[in-house]
Nanobody
Framework: QVQVEESGGGLVQAGGSLRLSCTAS????????MAWFRQSPREEREFVAA????????YYADSVNGRFTISRDGTKKTVYLEMHSLKPEDAGKYYC??????????????????????WGRGTRVTVSS
């Protein structure tokens, strides 16, 4: 049984920074593609960032590219999402997701919710203007 758990959400002013963390257990951490998605009220869950099993390649939504950084620490079995220059539109519930594939041949797959088998319960990010 794979368990995914996020932490680090909170309230931040526009222009500020926040770091989210995610742990995945139940299988070797190095076996996972990991990703972050987010969802705001009345919106669909959208892709934010993803990385392959070794962290060698990362992918970002256009809306966060240059402001957010996804990374992983294999020794801590943790994936991070560093968020800078936060905007009110970045607010929402952030979900960490994991998939048992180590990487995808087709880059577009990293952005698809349906590719990920394991999800956390989410952590809320609020950005005040």
């Amino acid at each position: 049984q794979v368990q995914v758990e996020e932490s680090g959400g909170g309230l931040v002013q526009a222009g500020g920074s926040l770091r989210l963390s995610c742990t995945a257990s139940g299988r070797p951490f190095s076996a996972f593609v990991m990703a972050w998605f987010r969802q705001s009220p009345r919106e669909e869950r959208e892709f934010v960032a993803a990385l392959r099993f070794d962290g060698g390649t990362t992918y970002y939504a256009d809306s966060v590219n240059g402001r957010f950084t996804i990374s992983r620490d294999g020794t801590k079995k943790t994936v991070y999402l560093e968020m800078h220059s936060l905007k009110p539109e970045d607010a929402g519930k952030y979900y960490c997701a994991a998939d048992g594939d180590r990487y995808y041949e087709r880059p577009s797959r990293y952005r698809m919710r349906g590719e990920y088998d394991y999800w956390g319960r989410g952590t809320r990010v609020t950005v005040s203007s």
